[in-house]
C-alpha cells in the first residue's frame, strides 16, 4: 500500500477563517478529513500534517526518505521565499506535487515566485482545496506507471 504524505505550511491552519474569499469557507479540520476519507477509498495510507515553521516542513521532508512514496505540498508563503524546502525536496528526490487553493500566478507578482515548483512533477493551483484531492490522484497515477 502507497503512504502520501500532505504537508501543509504557514496559515493553512487558518483556513475557513482567513479571507475566506480567497480561500474558501471550509476549515482545516474539514479539509483534512476530505483527505482522510479520499485515502480509505483509494486504499493508501496517507499523513497529513500544518507547521507555521519553515524547519518543521525541512524536517518532515527529510524525514520522508525512504519511508514516504509521495508528497503533496501546500508550502504556503514559503513557496515564495524558501530555498530550504526546496533543497530539501531536491535532496529526498521523492515524487511532489505542489497545490496552492488559490490561483497564484494570477495573484500579486511575489506570488508567482515558486521555489518548491523546482522539485515537483506537477503543480495545482486555483482549484480549492479540490486540488489536494487532484494532487493525491496524480501522484497515484505516477507511482502506479
Ligand atoms: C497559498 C498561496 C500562498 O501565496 C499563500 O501565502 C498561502 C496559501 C494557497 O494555497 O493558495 O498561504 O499557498
Known amino acids: 500500500m ?12 487558518m483556513l475557513g ?21 479520499y485515502a480509505k477509498v483509494s ?3 496517507i499523513q497529513i500534517m500544518q507547521s507555521n515553521h519553515e ?20 508550502p504556503g508563503a514559503y513557496t515564495h521565499t524558501s530555498i530550504a524546502i526546496l533543497d530539501a525536496a531536491k ?3 521523492i515524487p511532489m506535487v505542489e497545490v496552492h487553493i488559490s490561483d497564484v500566478d ?17 503543480t495545482i493551483s486555483g482549484h480549492g482545496i479540490n486540488g489536494y484531492l487532484e494532487a493525491i490522484d496524480f501522484l ?3 507511482l502506479n506507471n
Request: glycine fraction near 6%; charge should be negative.
Open 2 to 13: 502507497k503512504t502520501i504524505r500532505v504537508i501543509n505550511g504557514p496559515n493553512l491552519n
Open 17 to 37: 477563517v482567513r479571507e475566506p474569499d480567497i480561500y474558501g469557507k471550509t476549515d482545516y479540520k474539514s479539509l483534512c478529513e476530505m483527505m482522510e476519507n
Open 43 to 45: 486504499d493508501i495510507n
Open 55 to 74: 524547519g518543521d516542513l525541512v524536517d518532515w521532508i527529510q524525514e520522508s526518505y525512504k519511508v514516504i512514496d509521495g508528497i503533496v505540498i501546500n
Open 91 to 93: 535532496a529526498v528526490g
Open 106 to 122: 494570477s495573484r500579486e507578482e511575489f506570488r508567482q515566485v515558486s521555489y518548491i515548483r523546482k522539485a515537483c512533477i506537477k
Open 140 to 142: 497515484l497515477q505516477h
